[in-house]
């Protein structure tokens, strides 16, 4: 080859076209034009060889319009098997378009009226059921047949892909070469010819004046878009009184396990303590559907996925007093074919003193009987020894003593149950001005943290460990010497 065809150097914009070979000898007959855009390739191409012809050799491109873009767009491969058999899934997401998408403007009303789509098509099934973001697509190629022999579809590589999404993240692949070596393409055939290559970055650095006027233009759109979501939601919001705290518990049964008999359900209530209270149309009750239990593992597993939600209102009257914080019981109870039920177990749970989301399995107990009559009558009749006051679980309501004493009643460990908590906390308290944080500080405390009674803990805990510490001491220390200084005494 003459040394000047062995290497080539082109400078590409952004979805600039430039011609193969074999597209100048397609385009240049008129039989072949079927489109509008095949048209428009037909005048560029008349008009490049009016100029002279074009400057390119080797290196052109496929811009977003193009047939080829369509193409490979449908036939990527999700794996690296030579013999790649497509799933459902592969074949459904083939026929997404992922660019072009005409996006009408809606309006707020529309946009409320409209959040579920009752009756969808197919088209709109087609566009959302996968993150939908719109891309253009442009592809640098290069023409690696043999010399002379240019124009020949099975020579075409593809040197570069560029992508920009609808947020505006441009993708190099193969990245830009910088201080790595050349990209190299081997070709099949008789002379195994190598081909390398190298990709720059060839755009003019931005000016501090336009990147200023870039971010100002960024800002107002932030601005206006900021200011169209706040009018979609508005701003009458639900304020409790300053010294209340508000607590929303959007809740969930998710399952229990480890019981003994099937056909499971659970009964549950909330029990507010003093200066708690909620609204007068507010349930704090409720009951599980009956659901059967399916092995898992070594257990078997009664799956209820059973939604509550519950808002309560704390209002503070006494700064010195520690408040208390609510608590959720609950009862497993399993039916069998003749409607007989059994008490499968009881538990109880303080709701998390913290928001968020938390995940807790609360084992559970039943009552026992003595003698093993009460567990044939269990088993064959049904009925079970049970609690008249399910408060009996921690600390019965109706007890005021002191000391609670339970000596003489038998129990039996039995299974589970998991619970999903979702728990919002609202109060004035978390709206203070920076300049008042110790005083917020002790706000959220005594309504949220509940640091007191965690200092008394801490200061009970420590003790213990210092008295431990001080007793494996003194049984450490030789008898005689404590026989010593007690006699010193």
């Known amino acids: 080859r003459p040394p000047e065809d062995e290497e080539e150097e082109v400078e590409v914009g952004w979805q600039e ?36 012809g074009r400057k390119n050799c080797r290196i052109f491109t496929y811009t977003d319009h193009d047939r080829f873009t369509n193409l490979e767009e449908l036939c990527q491969k999700v794996t690296d098997l030579d013999h790649e058999v497509p799933s459902y899934l592969v074949e459904r997401m083939a026929n997404v378009r992922r660019r072009r998408q005409d996006r009408r403007s809606v309006e707020a009303s529309s946009l409320k009226s409209k959040i579920i789509t009752w009756e969808p098509s197919e088209e709109f099934i087609k566009n959302n059921h996968v993150i939908n973001t719109p891309v253009q697509t442009m592809y640098i190629m290069g023409d690696l047949g043999p010399y002379g022999k240019l124009g020949h579809r099975e020579y075409e590589n593809v040197l570069c892909t560029i992508k920009v999404d609808g947020n505006g993240v441009i993708t190099v692949k193969p ?21 390398e290559y190298t990709i720059e970055n060839a755009s003019a650095q931005v000016q501090p ?47 229990a396990q480890g019981y003994e008999y099937d056909n499971l359900y659970v009964h549950f209530f909330l029990e507010l303590p ?52 609510p608590v959720l019981y609950f009862e497993v109870l399993s039916l069998d074919f003749w409607q007989r039920y059994r008490v499968e177990g009881y538990g109880s749970l303080v709701l998390p003193t913290c928001p968020g989301v938390h995940m807790l399995t609360i084992p559970t107990w039943r009552p026992v009987g003595l003698g093993p009559v009460a567990e044939m009558r269990r088993f064959f009749i049904g009925g079970s020894p049970e609690l008249e006051d399910l408060t009996y679980i921690r600390i019965p309501s109706t007890f005021k003593g002191k000391r609670l004493s ?17 728990c919002l906390q609202q109060s004035r308290a978390f709206l203070e001005n920076s300049a008042l944080r110790k005083h917020m500080q002790s706000v959220l405390d005594r309504l949220g943290g509940f640091s007191q009674q965690s200092s008394v803990y801490n200061v009970l805990e420590a003790f213990q460990r210092a008295r431990r510490r001080m007793q494996e001491a003194r049984e450490s220390l030789p008898q005689d010497l404590i026989n010593t200084s007690a006699s010193a005494v």
């Not at 076209?17 to 560029?44: G, I, M, R």
């Not at 960024?218 to 304020?239: A, C, K, N, Q, W």
């Open 209 to 255: 004046e336009e990147e200023e006027r870039e971010q100002r233009v960024f800002r107002e759109l932030y601005g206006r878009h900021r200011d169209y979501l706040s009018g979609l939601v508005g701003s009458d919001f639900e304020m409790p009184l300053p010294g209340t705290l508000r607590l929303l518990v959007n809740g969930e049964i998710v399952s």
């Open 17 to 52: 076209k430039l011609f193969s070979q074999f597209e100048v000898d397609l385009y240049l007959n008129e039989s072949a034009c079927q489109t509008p855009l095949d048209w428009q390739y037909h005048e560029e191409i008349r008009k490049l060889e009016k100029a002279g």
């Open 406 to 422: 339970r000596f003489g009643f038998r129990t039996e460990s039995t299974g589970s149950v998991t619970f999903r908590l979702c």
């Open 175 to 195: 990245d830009f070469t910088g201080t790595k070596g050349a990209y190299r393409i081997e070709l099949d055939g008789e002379k195994r010819e190598v081909w």
């Open 274 to 325: 003093n200066q708690w209270s909620s609204s007068p149309f507010q349930q704090l009750s409720g009951v599980t559907q009956t659901c059967a239990t399916k092995a898992v593992g070594l257990d078997n597993v009664a799956y209820f996925c059973y939604p509550f939600t519950v808002e309560m209102f704390y209002t503070q009257e006494d700064e010195d007093s520690l408040p208390q914080w």
